[in-house]
């Protein structure tokens, strides 16, 4: 699976947009864009995904840039319930894959997002 | 929808002991994965299982393993407990294997090894 580089620590303001950068130079063609977050002492959770356009929904939007070398997670109007880990992660997606090596989720070290009023 | 489910919450055993713990995936979900969560190494992948099977695994030794039933829940057990393997344990459903679909977490089960 392809590595992910993410910035160890982000601050935004409330009511502002969070605009969290993902480097994933090495993705192959097959590999999907995810983002999950984990709120403290919580299970993570899902947010979106991507392959290579950009995409949409109710909690957030995800740009992947045309090379797909790496993305940005976009929080539009950042809460302070927002204030969590991200992560950012690239993985193979496909019906019926077999095998041992692909689908498995691997998490980075993430982005620790501080949502200050 | 009722969500992920793990039981239980919260777990104290000795070194040397054993542990089973539970998880539950949402309704109509067939895939179900298990992660440890430590401060030192983070989320790591440790299997997930589908339609009984076990699909995938992760770099742990032997002495993790897992099950799943007919209803898709699932357990895993670890024997010969260490004082490493306290940690945050979780469970994840997703509604097809792996590899498809999003997976959704459970709280996690907090075991302590003394």
């Known amino acids: 699976d392809a590595k992910t580089t993410q910035p160890p620590s982000m601050d935004c303001a409330e009511g502002r947009a969070a605009n969290l950068p993902c480097n994933h130079s090495t993705i192959s063609g097959n590999e999907y864009v995810y983002w999950y977050r984990q709120i403290h002492s919580q299970g993570p959770q899902y947010i979106i995904h991507g392959l290579k356009n950009n995409e949409t929904n109710e909690m957030a939007s995800l740009i992947i840039t045309e090379d797909r070398k790496s993305s940005t997670l976009i929080l539009p109007h950042a809460t302070l319930r927002d204030t969590a880990v991200y992560y950012c992660i690239v993985r193979v997606r496909a019906p019926n894959a077999g095998g041992t090596s692909y689908g498995k989720l691997t998490f980075g070290q993430g982005t620790i997002l501080t949502v200050h009023p | 929808k009722a969500g992920v489910t793990q039981t239980p919450r919260y777990l104290i055993k000795t070194r040397g002991q054993q542990v089973t713990l539970s998880c539950s995936p949402i309704?109509?979900?067939?895939?179900v994965s298990w992660y440890q969560q430590t401060p030192g190494q983070g989320l790591q992948f440790l299997f997930e299982y589908f339609s009984e099977t076990q699909r995938n695994k992760g770099n742990f030794p032997g002495r993790f393993s897992g099950r799943q039933f007919s209803n898709s829940r699932s357990e895993m057990n670890v024997s010969t407990l260490e004082l490493g393997d306290s940690a945050l344990y979780l469970c994840a459903s997703s509604p097809d294997t792996l590899a498809w679909g999003e997976q959704y977490f459970g709280p996690g089960t907090r075991l302590t090894v003394t």
């Open positions: 309704s109509g979900h067939r895939s």
